[in-house]
């Protein structure tokens, strides 16, 4: 079974700067990466798929990347709604695997 | 715009049978995975599985024994039923539409299910 692990536990970052939030897989899962953020009391929303790709809405400033076993969130300037718990997810189609990260704590510096 | 709308009951005790539901409105139901995931208090999100319109089913391997998910193409709504619940299966529930093979692009307003 493929795990997903996720670095640092928590971030601490001011707003206005860069945060970066990794994801390491323990074995390649090519592209096969999603990215979420959530908010206390709501629903995950969909940041990125596919590694790379922003999920539609999502504003500029979330990018995402990597393959293999090691991908990255980049948060290139930090906005006061920014802050929240980040989970990376892989996917595979077959067998059909679904699995999360233990998620980043992004908070105010 | 698409909208998930999700209830069951709340407070259920040891070795009783979790059910809720889902239901879709503004989209369309076939031609996608509908999507169920826990989150126990304080921790992160497991997938629980996914059902289609044609009731394809995939599980997670870790709760297949005690999952059956259903839908309703009438009435554009998907079902989980978890049975022999224990207080580790105390969790927000939240059901979601796959966006293909690969992310979960909307997602219900989530479910508490406690069990004691």
């Known amino acids: 079974e493929i795990v997903m692990t996720q670095s640092p536990a928590t971030l601490s970052v001011s707003p206005g700067e860069r945060a970066t939030l990794s994801c390491r897989a323990s074995?390649?899962?090519?592209?096969?990466v999603a990215w979420y953020q959530q908010k206390p009391g709501q629903a995950p929303r969909l940041l990125i798929y596919?590694?790379?790709t922003r999920a539609t809405g999502i504003p500029a400033r979330f990018s995402g990347g990597g393959s293999g076993t090691e991908f990255t969130l980049t948060i290139s300037s930090l906005q006061s709604e920014d802050f929240a718990v980040y989970y990376c997810?892989?996917?595979?189609?077959?067998?059909?695997?679904?699995?999360f990260g233990q998620g980043t704590r992004l908070e105010i510096e | 715009q698409v909208q998930l709308q999700q209830w069951g009951a709340g407070l259920l005790k040891p070795s009783e049978t979790l059910s809720l539901t889902c239901a879709v409105y503004?989209?369309?139901?076939?031609?996608?995975?509908w999507t169920w995931v826990h989150q126990p208090p304080g921790k992160g999100l497991e997938w629980i599985g996914e059902?289609?319109?044609?009731?394809?089913?995939n599980y997670n391997p870790s709760l297949k024994s005690r999952v059956t998910m259903s839908v309703d193409t009438s009435k554009n709504q998907f079902s989980l039923r978890l049975t022999s619940v224990t207080a580790a299966d105390t969790a927000v529930y939240h059901c979601?539409?796959?966006?293909?093979?690969?992310?979960?692009?909307?997602w219900g307003q989530g479910t508490v299910v406690t069990v004691s």
């Open positions: 503004g989209g369309s139901f076939s031609g996608y995975y």
């Open positions: 074995q390649s899962v090519s592209s096969n």
């Open positions: 596919g590694a790379a």
């Open positions: 979601a539409r796959g966006r293909g093979a690969d992310a979960f692009d909307v």
């Open positions: 997810q892989h996917y595979n189609t077959w067998p059909r695997r679904i699995t």
């Open positions: 059902i289609n319109h044609i009731e394809n089913t």
